[in-house]
């Protein structure tokens, strides 16, 4: 079964300040990975993927297989970028569908 | 373009009895997904229609059940409910039938109670 571990339920930065948050998973196989991200009073909705291989918002996240990692960062975060992050996988078809993270509550201080 | 509905926003219930809760997809989106998300879990994964079929499913019991319809709308039914069902539930919508590699749109959730 899948598994998707985000260590950190709060993290708490200056604005300006390097972001990062981790996101480990556990399979076997070649997953696809994603965060999906949610703002106040806003439903969930996608950020990036790693299939897409782009940056969003100048969030990028990189994966990792040897540490099977996928950290989403950015070099220098702004108030705006205050959400709650999920990581989230898949093992491809639609038989397993997202397997999700805990999230992390990402708070920017001004 | 509207984007996904959910309906109700809440409902109470109590242990034992079925819900119905409903989803609008986005026009033109075939494949269908629910999420069940407790307090301070990511969502969870239920299951997944796509043309009006099961084409995929988490670690939920025959309890949960589902249908699409061709309008783009879907339901999902819990039978015989119980305190732990208490939770946000979520839809998606998308197209294809390998849906979780495509953008899942979400709606704003029902909020379910059971006492």
């Known amino acids: 079964a899948q598994r998707v571990t985000q260590p950190e339920k709060l993290l708490s930065v200056f604005k300006g300040a390097p972001v990062e948050l981790k996101c480990n998973y556990s399979?076997?196989?070649?997953?696809?990975l994603f965060w999906y991200v949610q703002y106040s009073r806003q439903r969930l909705q996608l950020l990036l993927r790693?299939?897409s291989r782009e940056s969003i918002k100048g969030f990028t996240a990189d994966l990792n297989k040897g540490e099977t990692s996928f950290h989403l960062k950015k070099p220098f975060a702004q108030e705006e970028d205050s959400a709650m992050y999920y990581c989230?996988?898949?093992?491809?078809?639609?038989?397993?569908?997202?397997?999700f993270g805990k999230g992390t509550h990402l708070i920017i201080q001004p | 373009e509207t984007g996904v509905t959910q309906s109700p926003t809440h409902l109470i219930k109590t242990r034992g009895q079925q819900v119905t809760l409903r989803c609008s997809s986005q026009?033109?989106?075939?494949?269908v997904s629910w999420y069940q998300q407790a307090l301070g879990q990511g969502p969870q994964f239920i299951f997944q229609?796509?043309?009006?079929?099961?084409?995929g499913r988490g670690n939920f019991p025959p309890r949960f059940s589902g249908l699409q319809f061709p309008n783009y709308s879907s339901e999902l039914n819990v039978n015989a409910l119980e305190l732990d069902d208490s939770a946000l539930y979520l839809c998606?919508?998308?197209?294809?039938?390998?849906?979780?590699?495509?953008?899942?749109?979400f709606g704003p959730g029902t909020r379910l109670t059971v006492l």
């Open positions: 790693h299939i």
């Open positions: 998606a919508s998308s197209t294809g039938q390998e849906a979780p590699y495509n953008e899942q749109f």
């Open positions: 229609y796509y043309r009006e079929e099961e084409n």
């Open positions: 989230a996988s898949t093992s491809g078809g639609g038989a397993d569908g997202l397997t």
């Open positions: 399979y076997s196989g070649s997953p696809e």
């Open positions: 026009s033109g989106h075939n494949t």
